[in-house]
């Protein structure tokens, strides 16, 4: 059955990691209060969030911050690659991608495209009922950039080369009938000058 009403999918990367990833910096800390003070007033009714602490550690400082909105985790919303190109697949100018790609074992390779397309059902299109729904995911950086790519109708390997900011904030509108809208995109006005741009190569720094 289709969906009948508007859903608003927020998308937030998780915030700034400890360098062994077993949780938050204070900085992270800091970046997930700030977000959830900015999304006070926003009607979300759950939080999803992936099973890795730091993405757990920032959706639980969020909901604190939310009034009602209920704690779910999804290994959907978790870090893994959710396509990996063929050579064929990637432009001239894209063919360093291949060398990044070669991080992942053998059974993440295997394993991520069944999560990513899982995340596709769970996550995207309009929802049943008469009423629009507001959804927030707590979730890592490749996975923000699927979904934008899949928003946006780019090739699968355009996740690719899509970098997202600790906290910051995109969201997604899927309406009954019309294409999917992105509505911001790696939003950062919530966080302070000393917050904005961790999750990001050095080189992207502004």
């Known amino acids: 059955m289709s969906g009948t009403a ?10 700034e990691a400890l360098p062994d990833e077993s949780g938050l910096t204070e900085h992270g800390r800091r970046q997930a209060v700030l977000l959830g003070q900015r999304l006070l007033d926003s009607p979300i009714s759950v939080v999803h969030h992936g099973p890795l602490p730091r993405a757990t550690q920032t959706a639980h400082l969020i909901q604190d911050q939310l009034d009602g909105a209920a704690l779910q985790a999804s290994e ?3 870090d893994y690659p959710p396509h990996i190109p063929l050579r ?4 001239p100018e894209s063919a360093d991608f291949l060398r990044f790609l070669d991080q992942f074992t053998p059974s993440e390779r295997e394993r991520g495209p069944v999560l990513a397309r899982e995340a596709l059902e769970q996550f995207t299109g309009p929802v049943t009922g008469s009423e ?6 707590v979730t890592h950086n490749f996975l923000v950039g699927w979904l934008v790519r899949d928003a946006m109708d780019a090739p699968k390997w355009r996740w690719l080369g899509l970098n997202h900011g600790n ?11 019309r294409p999917a809208a992105v509505l911001f995109y790696n939003d950062m006005r ?5 917050l904005r741009w961790t999750g990001f ?3 992207m720094h502004l």
């Open 167 to 177: 906290a910051a904030l995109t969201v997604i509108r899927y309406t009954p009938g």
């Open 88 to 91: 064929e697949e990637l432009p």
């Open 190 to 194: 919530h966080l302070s000058a000393e």
């Open 76 to 78: 959907a919303a978790g």
């Open 201 to 203: 190569p050095p080189e």
């Open 6 to 15: 508007t859903r608003y999918l927020y998308l937030v990367r998780h915030g």
């Open 132 to 137: 629009a729904r507001h959804e927030l995911v």
